[in-house]
């Protein structure tokens, strides 16, 4: 079954597809009238038929909600230094395919791409991925792509801070021994951190850990830990 995003019109008992879902759902699935699809909203999933194409808008009739049933209870958040272009979106389209539940851009010394001019553009960009990759994996809602941030903002990150480090050799996260689901897994840039960013972190209690002998790419060192964690820590109590 389809899934889409939209905005409930509660009083009607209706959806409201924006443009781009309206487009995709018309000019591209070609969706019968009679087709049931799922509709994710602010205020949960529902299922829901096609009732009319309003403008440049789908309009969807609710048949009823739907429990949500795709999400993890380990809350991740992705620290993902800025990659260059295509890495970092294929870092936030595997992450949110895997679960994560937050995104969030870090400025590391090391980045080498330079977004100061183009903030408001490229974060447009990596929502719009974010959103795509909800639809593919059929997320019960779509992870959000914050602002860049500096390491200095997770000093009062309420939870557990993991950061994989290509030159810590022995500490594996399944060393750990984590009592929190509410997680921020920091992931340099191509060229690594910098040692005094490792010891920055280390003062704010990061575990810093190896992903094992080989050395990943960063955007894949995203996706591969993203999931390992959530898996390792998915069912736990």
Not at 88 to 113: C, T, Y
Request: hydrophobic share 40%.
């Amino acid at each position: 079954m389809y899934r889409f995003f939209g905005k409930l019109i509660e009083s009607d008992k209706k959806i409201i597809l924006d443009k781009q879902n309206s487009h995709h759902f018309m000019r591209v699935l070609r969706i019968s009238g009679n087709e049931e699809v799922e509709a994710v909203t602010e205020s949960g999933i529902f299922k829901a038929i096609f009732e009319n194409f309003d403008s440049e808008n789908v309009v969807l009739q609710i048949l009823n909600k739907v429990e949500s049933e795709h999400e993890s209870e380990v809350q991740l958040t992705l620290v993902q230094a800025i990659l260059k272009s295509d890495k970092m979106e294929a870092a936030i389209k595997g992450a949110v395919e895997v679960g994560v539940a937050f995104i969030n851009p870090l400025i590391a010394k090391r980045n080498v791409s330079d977004i100061d001019r183009k903030t408001d553009k490229k974060i447009d960009r990596w929502q719009k991925i974010s959103e795509v990759a909800a639809k593919q994996s059929k997320r019960d809602y779509i992870p959000q792509v914050s602002y860049p941030i500096k390491i200095e903002d997770l000093e009062k990150f309420d939870g557990e801070l993991i950061v994989c480090y290509e030159n810590e050799e022995d500490l594996r996260f399944l060393d750990l021994d984590i009592k929190s689901k509410n997680i921020a897994l920091v992931i340099g840039p191509e060229g690594g951190f910098e040692e005094s960013e490792i010891d920055k972190l280390k003062s704010y209690g990061a575990h810093i850990i190896s992903l094992g002998k080989r050395i990943l790419r960063a955007e894949t060192a995203a996706i591969t830990a993203s999931y390992h964690i959530i898996n390792c820590l998915e069912g736990e109590k």
